[in-house]
């Protein structure tokens, strides 16, 4: 999820916005915007994430299509990872 993080905020940056101002912008909380530049999805709630990245990559001018399936690849990896743990454990 880092390289979905680092396209954001390398993308906020070439327009020089801070995350306040993308905060005031899209009325999501500058804590969930950091997060996600983080590459810390796990923290925004789950019924937010998609929308959340598509609205942050929007404003930015960034074509959301290829970071969601990105985000969707990621997300479904990190399930499986998870499963095959519990299965071994």
Do not use: W
């Not at 396209?7 to 905060?23: V, Y």
């Amino acid at each position: 999820m880092h390289d979905i993080g680092r396209m954001l905020k390398e993308g906020r940056m070439a327009r020089g916005l801070d995350l306040g101002e993308i905060a005031r912008r899209t009325c999501i909380s500058s804590y969930y915007l950091k997060a996600m530049e983080e590459g810390r999805f796990h923290v925004i709630p789950k019924v937010f994430d998609k929308g959340y990245l598509k609205i942050y990559a929007n404003l930015l001018n960034l074509d959301a299509k290829p970071l969601l399936a990105l985000y969707e690849q990621k997300k479904n990896a990190l399930v499986n990872h998870e499963m095959i743990a519990v299965k071994s454990a």
